[in-house]
């Protein structure tokens, strides 16, 4: 588990995953598989933004997509990213609770 290939994969990964907009259409997909009509407003990006983000997370294997007739439907590519973001945003919800602690005290 120490291949060197895996950290720059990883690095890529978290690279890719750094733009709020990408996370925001991803867990978006956590819900299930759309099309980039329903991506854009659920989540209030304009489409152009949300088919280019679309088009990145693709890329990096993260999507897949299926076409429906005319549609493209956009779905997660492997379920364990659902996991991995979900214990990132506790790790970090954690960690904001943690700071508003320090912050309350130093302020009283």
Known sequence: MDDPIIYE???ELCHCMSQPARL????LLFAGPTNVGDI????GLGQTTVSRNLGILR?????????????IIYRVANPKMVEVCNLM???LSEQLIERSKIFSVSNN
Do not use: C, F, N, P
Request: no cysteine.
């Open 9 to 11: 994969m990883q690095a």
């Open 24 to 27: 925001q259409i991803l867990h």
């Open 40 to 43: 854009a407003k659920q989540t």
């Open 59 to 71: 890329g990096k294997g993260i999507v897949l997509t299926e076409r429906r007739g005319q549609e």
């Open 89 to 91: 945003r506790e790790v």
